[in-house]
């Protein structure tokens, strides 16, 4: 696995995880932002995806999450968020799923990849959409489904996942990510 470290510095961090369409170069405006408040960032290229090998299972994407966040956690991190957007969300909330208690502080979930099980998983969780975009009902559902604590918020439009960056939206979504990041309670 390739990846980018923004601010290499701090006790939190956050692991970014690409969609489909994307690869790790595809966050650097974002990362900067976050790495501007404060965060570490690394925001990976998936196995067959920029420049990392497609490995012996291309499927397992999950594990390319878990260590980035096991790097960051050996690198003297002690709060690691992950954020997925689509194929990277579906990562992402496995990721979660798998990781040992403590390892993933906060999850977020942008226009996630269909869950297989999002009642399992732990910590707090904020899914972020927009309100028309193709896989609504799937996301909704994901998160009606998602256990406490839990948060939702839908934007205006139809772009989905990173496509949000390059919308109007950008802003509310970047300001719903920070205010979650940047929480220290247990509800987002």
């Known amino acids: ?51 990392s090998t497609a490995g012996t299972d291309s499927r397992a994407l999950f594990e390319d999450v878990l260590a980035a966040v096991r790097y960051l956690g050996r690198s003297g991190v002690t709060r690691v968020a992950v954020l997925g957007a689509s194929m990277g969300g579906g990562a992402a909330a496995e990721a979660a799923v798998r990781a040992a208690p ?30 028309d975009e193709p896989v609504i009902a799937q996301v909704t559902e994901q998160y009606r489904r998602a256990s406490e604590p839990k948060h939702l918020v839908l934007l205006t439009g139809t772009a989905h996942g990173q496509h949000i ?22 509800t987002p």
Do not use: C
């Open 1 to 51: 696995m390739v990846a980018d470290l923004y601010a290499a510095h701090g006790s939190d961090a956050v692991v970014l995880a690409h969609g489909a369409a994307f690869d790790k170069a595809s966050w650097a405006p974002f990362a900067t932002w976050l790495a501007s408040r404060g965060h570490q960032v690394l925001a990976i290229d998936f196995r067959g995806y920029g420049r």
């Open 102 to 131: 403590g390892e993933i502080d906060r999850l977020i979930l942008l226009s996630p990849v269909a869950i297989a099980n999002p009642q399992d998983l732990r910590g707090p969780t904020l899914f972020i959409a927009s309100q």
């Open 165 to 186: 960056l390059a919308t109007e939206q950008a802003e509310r979504l970047r300001t719903a990510v920070a205010e979650f990041l940047e929480a220290r309670e247990d």
